[in-house]
């Protein structure tokens, strides 16, 4: 990491905030979405086949382990969006790229930065956002494989969703900080809707 030497800093937060319901929103309104997508896929697709799929899950009681992952995927969820209850209080909405800083240092008593400018600027980024995947895909990764004992097809497509999602947010990302928005909705689009399949299995395996 490049230290801050060309003048940035902190903004000021005039009234800090602690705010707990944007992590609560975001960690419910997404997988809800991503079930009722999920729901869609099931009627609207080869709903027979992924019926006789289901029953064979349930046989196993492999409900309880998809559920399990959903589980998993919303600690995992509520982890990653908790530092914001802390990070509104020192940087500002507005703050541009400071706000790709996930660790704010101290040199004797100055604050030290991610180099935001140029080319080491666009690299510290880009790795924020290599960074950002490493904290969230583990359960892309189990969902992918226990989703598509279901839905195998559905899954391919958002995994295909996913991986140009998260493309899309590293190069955006290099362009400053904002830029990276349209591939972080893809990813979490894909993220949800493949979290989606797994409580839909699960609660036909229940029936």
Not at 128 to 147: D, K, T, W
Request: aromatic content about 10%.
């Amino acid at each position: 990491m490049m230290g801050s030497d060309n003048g940035d800093k902190l903004p000021e937060v005039k009234e800090p905030k602690t705010d707990i319901k944007p992590v609560v929103i975001f960690a419910t309104v997404p997988l809800l979405l991503g079930v009722g997508i999920a729901s869609a896929i099931y009627k609207f697709g080869a709903t027979d086949k992924y019926d006789a799929k289901i029953q064979s899950l349930k046989a196993a009681d492999l409900q309880w382990t998809f559920l399990a992952l959903v589980v998993l995927g919303r600690c995992i969820v509520v982890v990653n969006l908790l530092p914001i209850v802390w990070k509104q209080r020192i940087m500002t909405v507005d703050a541009g790229n400071v706000r790709s800083n996930p660790f704010i240092y101290k040199a004797g008593d100055k604050t030290v930065l991610f180099a935001n400018d140029g080319d080491i600027g666009a690299y510290n980024r880009a790795n924020r956002s290599l960074q950002h995947m490493c904290e969230n895909y583990g359960i892309v990764l189990a969902s992918l494989f226990a989703a598509s004992q279901v839905f195998a097809f559905p899954v391919f497509v958002l995994t295909c969703v996913f991986a140009l999602g998260r493309i899309l947010h590293l190069v955006g990302y290099t362009k400053g900080y904002g830029k990276h928005a349209p591939g972080f909705m893809l990813a979490t689009f894909a993220t949800n809707a493949l979290e989606g399949m797994l409580v839909v299995a699960a609660m036909k395996a229940f029936n």
